[in-house]
């Protein structure tokens, strides 16, 4: 309303005679007096008209003042709408509209960080990243409205189905998805796969361009999405070890599991400015870059790996057996040199996989032991002084111990052994007269020989901290059963995993110091820097005195005739070894059915290197005997071992201590 | 302004003030033409810069497209080589060219010294060549393993890569 009423009001003003003001005006003007400033004009332009005064109303017509009021008033108005406006935009709302601006200009994508090989000691990659695709397709592109073709699922699978390896009806249907537009055709194809895709796609536009242009591209429909592939060259070598991925690309199992924080590396992230999806070369970048994973060298070494797979697998075939390990250690720096699974998998193709096998039993399974664990018994017998290799020891046919009558393996009339006859007779009776000297009553015995066997590492974790591994079952010695305290000394009523098993032979093969095992030697950075593993922890469990005897020992198991691990023999060397054929603890029945067959022993006998640990759960067919169906296995994986390491014979002769004596009438 | 001056001269003063004066329109021309020149020669520049910098980023993705297509190629051509460099591979190989597992390893000291006890290899299963057998020799070669006379390739040859 304001702007109606000024001009109505001053309508008599121009009538008016003019104020004779002819210079000064503009400084008037400048001032902002709003009456003054149009009465010069008509004043100094028409000073002959005033004298008739009957036109006045059709010059306020043309008047120019009250529109120009009017319009400036109107224009104020606009500008006061413009400038509330501006201020909502730029001050109120500005950052909202800032991100949303940002949002159309800035394109932002994840750099995905490489991951870390997994390599074996000597760097032969045992799992590496490598490029791939994920070939999808836009059904909506296959109907027959879009296609003009009516069979152009089935036209499209049938060509892909040879490239991508797969049924053409399953393709099809995944084509002919009602009202999607997008599916997934074929998961982590190698670039060679789509590049095949790429030229047949090609074929086809020049093929439609062809028909005049009207033409549709078959294949135009058929996508693909840049992905990475967990790739493990060399299939089922040491899949235990290093376990797997999952859909994600993260470790989901053994090494890759374990180590994920390390392998997977840090994603990155780069913003752009672009322009139809193509950055502005201009406009700079910023982000952050992808930091790959780190490297992971494995103290595994491939061809030892390979050589106790394959004699583990064989075997395992061959016993019908359950499963079975091989494990592979250097004595000296307690590093695992293989670590082997049978039935394994391969981690390439887990669809394939038996879930029972896909983990790492070797670690991950806990079971007694048996005979190998007597030489954890002869240690302390021998650490303690209470007897030497030649004590003799008569061992009747049965012992009545706690409410049990204990026997041996094989029914014998009484024997006359020495200490080390016990062991390489492998006699329980023997054991258990042996430990009961550790101290005054049984349960100070108990108590000695527990102290021993956790030195030893039995009862807790290995310290490779591999998912899933057991710290197998030792009862406080308090707790031990009546029959546990005569059964464990030879190895029964206590759990263990294989690599527990195998510690014990290295710590005696290493001169009576454990030294924790490793299976990770080392982290190479994305700079390049290899950064060994910390050192092992090592401790000492028995004298290097006692180790000694305890390897002649272990010598006459293998050397003697009547030792139960002939079969483990290598000519020209000197091996120590014990044999084990343990009631097995069935874990369905949860009662002892089948056996644990076994076999430990190290190499040079005098200046040991290698220490190898077989075990085959379950054996169904042929013998169950650890010296004959693990001795074998010891002995080629032992051999193997030696020419990988190049460990040649000592030559020195070996102690042939005695194993009977003639008893004294 | 005119308030001052114009009073004096009147109307022919003021016309007079238009009119450019003798000696400046002389200088005027090159400075003009060093404007268009500095002006033209910018945006030439300018132009001439950012097409240079586009002609980089085409240049930029063409050689990324190459970098991609020949990690392609590097991965393809390892995935061959590990598939021929596997331990399984290997040992097939090895076996086809008529070769067996050493056995118990001996070695060969560098004074003649035999450690260990050598023994003949087994001939293999499908024996294409008749094996011989080896004489042993005590020939104090640079290879540690005593390696049998003759080339039958049933010799003790040993199935790891003696690394």
Redesign the interface.
Known sequence: MPSQEPPRRRVPGPARPARPRPAGSGARAGAGGRAPRPAPRPAARRPAPRPPARRPRTITLGRPKPRLRLISVGLTLVMLVFVVRLLQVQAVDASAYAAKADKYRYQEYTLSAERGEITDR?G??LATS??AYDITADPKLFTPEESKVRDAPEQAAALLAPILGKEPAELAKKLRTPKSRYTLLARKQ???VW?QIKDLKKVYAQKARAADGTGVNLLGGVLSEPSTKR?Y???D?GAGILGYVNAEGRGAGGVESMLDPELAGRDGKIRFTASGG??V??AGSQGTPAVPGSDIELTID??IQ?AAQQAISDQVRKSKADRGYVIVQDTRTGEVLAMANAPGFDPNDLSAANSAAMGNAALQDAYEPGSTSKVMSMAAVLEEGKATPDTHVTVPNRLHRGDRLFKDDIDHRTWYLTLNGVLAKSSNIGTILATGQLGKDQAESNRVLDGYLRRFGIGSPTGLGFPGETPGILAKPEDWSTSQQYTIPFGQGLSVNALQAASVYSTIANGGVRVEPTLVRGTKGPDGRFAPAAAPEENRVVSEKTAKTLAQMLESVVEDREGTGTRAA????RVAGKTGTANRVDPELGRYKGYTASFAGFAPADQPRVTVYCAIQNPTKGSYFGGQICGPIYKKVM??A???L?V??T?SESARLPVTFEPTP | MSAARGPLKGRAARLGRLMPSGPSSAARTPFVLLVVLLLGGGLITLLLLNSALNQGSFKLRELKDRTTELTDEEQALQRDVDANAAPDALERRARELGMVPGGSPAFLGPDGKVLGEPTVAPSPKPSRTPSRAPARTADPGTDPKPTPTGTTPTATAPTTSGR
């Open positions: 000597n032969i990659a490598v490029d190698t670039p060679q590049n790739v060259p060399n299939g070598l193509r950055q070369p201009t491939r061809d390979w290598i000519p020209g060397y051999e193997f030696l020419k990988t190049h040649a014979p030559g």
